[in-house]
């Protein structure tokens, strides 16, 4: 068989099919629901994503498959749902006229969870089992973020998925992965912040250390498995045959340490802890308080400390011994510093903003989210959106960030209500009547 880019030929002829491998090598199976469409914008349409995850690594990572075109069937508890969907407040009330009680859907599973439609079934019954059983043998992708071998006892662990599915990519989140001392430990994006690296670098030079802002482990594993699912899913276009992604908080963590490990690694000496906003190299590069705020100016080179010092009204510390060259700047740290300080405290960060438009240095206001989301580059780049929420009306959200040259990833549906699409996978997919679902609903197999 001939390949273009290692891709067998026939495979490449079958694209405009519809069909594609399936349960193993040889076979294909046809696309079926959105995959008719034909919309070429989203690269993934067609590929069916059976999501068994909650709260953010693994949700973030079925998201970004969503946007880019796959349907994604989130499975949720019955009862309670996605852990997030209690996460609140804030949350976008239910409006008036909506079947649904209480205070609304919360701003933390919103954020998350589009493109996607739940299905809320419960696996402690072997009805369930089947069910996800039937599901699995239909899907191209399974994502899970359980406790390694928890799901082994329901017979939805890889090696049972497997022989059911043998072309399915099985990826399984979780916070030390498959192996290791650490493997049977429940991990949260905070603990392995704070076990590997990252919290001991991060806070004030002087004060205690802190986690980051937003949960970043948890969305950098997303990030990572969403692209080791892509090239799984290039590896299965020359072999029919699916795999086993082993993606860990903990490994993430680490390797998202980039320059810091490095430095490390090839002197063999610990790291230089923490620096607050400024760089342990170059000085100056952090905030300064302005009379109404902060702002963050980089001088990276002799040069751009030369654009800082005209702008600061300062142009004599180019030629000050103390101050001309990097290295000379970097053993005065505290003195330059303080004296820059002096000097911006005595504008607004506006006004410094304006000071240093155009002059080629880089410098930025230090943003509270909501000036963020509103920010005029934010808008330019439409990187928040609007969609309609069957039972909240309006809702706004952040919207996919890659943009392409023809691909077209986007917010389709907003993101679904607990059980919203519980009958209608039951009936495309598994082709069940009502009587049938409405039997599993009256037993509490699903909602």
Same mark, same amino acid.
């Not at 610990?270 to 302005?290: C, L, M």
């Not at 969609?387 to 990833?409: A, F, M, Q, R, W």
């Given at each position: 068989?001939?390949?273009?880019?290692?891709?067998?030929?026939a495979?490449?002829?079958?694209?405009?099919?519809?069909?594609?491998?399936?349960?193993?090598?040889?076979?294909?199976?046809?696309?079926?629901?959105?995959?008719?469409?034909g919309?070429?914008?989203?690269?993934?349409?067609?590929?069916?994503v #059976?999501?068994?995850?909650?709260?953010?690594?693994?949700?973030?990572?079925?998201?970004?498959?969503?946007?880019?075109?796959?349907?994604?069937?989130?499975?949720?508890?019955?009862?309670?749902?996605?852990?997030?969907?209690?996460?609140?407040?804030?949350?976008?009330?239910?409006?008036?006229?909506s079947?649904l009680?209480?205070?609304?859907e919360?701003?933390?599973?919103?954020?998350?969870?589009?493109?996607? *439609?739940?299905?809320?079934?419960?696996?402690?019954?072997?009805?369930?089992?089947?069910?996800?059983?039937?599901?699995?043998?239909k899907?191209?992708?399974?994502?899970?973020?359980?406790?390694?071998?928890?799901?082994?006892?329901?017979?939805?662990?890889?090696?049972?998925?497997?022989?059911?599915?043998?072309?399915?990519?099985?990826?399984?989140?979780?916070?030390?992965?498959?192996?290791?001392?650490?493997? *049977?430990r429940a991990?949260?994006?905070v603990?392995?912040?704070?076990?590997f690296? #990252?919290?001991?670098?991060?806070?004030?030079?002087d004060?205690?250390?802190?986690?980051?802002g937003?949960?970043?482990?948890?969305?950098?594993?997303?990030?990572?498995?969403?692209?080791?699912i892509?090239?799984? #899913?290039?590896?299965?276009?020359?072999?029919?045959?699916?795999?086993?992604?082993?993606?860990?908080?903990?490994?993430?963590?680490?390797a998202?340490?980039?320059?810091?490990?490095?430095?490390?690694?090839i002197?063999?000496?610990?790291?230089?802890?923490?620096?607050?906003?400024a760089?342990?190299?170059?000085?100056?590069?952090?905030?300064?308080?302005? *009379?109404?705020g902060?702002i963050?100016?980089?001088?990276?080179?002799?040069?751009?400390?030369g654009?800082?010092?005209?702008?600061?009204?300062?142009?004599?510390?180019?030629?000050?011994?103390r101050?001309?060259?990097?290295?000379?700047?970097?053993?005065?740290?505290?003195?330059?510093?303080?004296?820059?300080?002096?000097i911006?405290?005595?504008?607004?960060t506006?006004?410094?903003?304006?000071?240093?438009?155009?002059?080629?240095?880089?410098?930025?206001?230090?943003?509270?989210?909501?000036?963020?989301?509103?920010?005029?580059h934010?808008?330019a780049?439409?990187?928040?959106?609007?969609?309609?929420?069957?039972?909240?009306?309006?809702? *706004?959200?952040?919207n996919?960030?890659?943009?392409?040259?023809h691909?077209?990833?986007?917010?389709?549906t907003?993101?679904?209500?607990?059980?919203?699409?519980?009958?209608?996978?039951?009936?495309?997919?598994?082709?069940?009547?009502d009587?049938?679902?409405?039997?599993?609903?009256?037993?509490?197999?699903?909602?």
């Amino acid at each position: 068989m001939s390949r273009i880019l290692g891709v067998p030929r026939a495979l490449l002829q079958l694209r405009g099919t519809g069909r594609r491998f399936g349960p193993g090598p040889g076979a294909f199976r046809t696309f079926s629901g959105s995959a008719a469409s034909g919309d070429v914008t989203l690269p993934l349409e067609g590929y069916r994503v #059976l999501d068994m995850t909650r709260v953010l690594a693994g949700p973030y990572c079925t998201q970004i498959l969503g946007d880019l075109g796959a349907e994604v069937i989130k499975i949720e508890h019955p009862v309670r749902g996605d852990d997030t969907r209690a996460w609140g407040p804030p949350y976008a009330s239910y409006k008036s006229g909506s079947a649904l009680e209480g205070p609304g859907e919360s701003a933390y599973f919103l954020g998350v969870n589009r493109n996607k *439609k739940s299905l809320a079934l419960s696996f402690q019954d072997p009805a369930g089992i089947e069910i996800l059983h039937k599901l699995a043998a239909k899907c191209d992708i399974l994502v899970e973020n359980y406790i390694p071998g928890a799901l082994k006892k329901y017979g939805l662990d890889f090696e049972t998925i497997h022989k059911i599915n043998p072309a399915l990519i099985y990826a399984s989140i979780t916070g030390y992965g498959q192996n290791g001392p650490y493997s *049977k430990r429940a991990g949260y994006d905070v603990m392995v912040e704070a076990e590997f690296g #990252l919290m001991h670098i991060t806070g004030a030079r002087d004060g205690p250390p802190v986690k980051v802002g937003v949960a970043v482990t948890d969305l950098t594993t997303g990030l990572y498995t969403s692209n080791s699912i892509m090239a799984a #899913l290039l590896a299965r276009a020359k072999t029919g045959k699916g795999q086993h992604i082993d993606a860990a908080l903990s490994d993430c963590q680490t390797a998202t340490l980039a320059n810091i490990a490095s430095s490390s690694l090839i002197s063999g000496e610990k790291d230089t802890g923490r620096w607050g906003t400024a760089h342990p190299s170059i000085v100056p590069y952090k905030s300064f308080e302005t *009379k109404d705020g902060d702002i963050l100016f980089g001088g990276g080179n002799d040069r751009l400390f030369g654009i800082l010092c005209d702008g600061l009204g300062r142009p004599e510390w180019k030629e000050e011994e103390r101050y001309k060259i990097n290295a000379s700047r970097v053993a005065h740290r505290n003195e330059l510093e303080a004296e820059i300080e002096k000097i911006t405290v005595t504008k607004t960060t506006q006004e410094w903003l304006d000071i240093f438009e155009g002059k080629g240095m880089p410098y930025a206001a230090v943003n509270d989210v909501l000036t963020t989301l509103t920010h005029e580059h934010t808008q330019a780049r439409n990187m928040v959106v609007e969609v309609e929420h069957g039972d909240c009306g309006p809702i *706004k959200l952040v919207n996919t960030p890659i943009k392409y040259s023809h691909s077209k990833p986007r917010v389709r549906t907003p993101p679904p209500t607990l059980g919203q699409n519980t009958n209608e996978i039951l009936r495309e997919h598994l082709g069940m009547d009502d009587n049938q679902i409405q039997a599993l609903r009256e037993s509490g197999v699903v909602r």
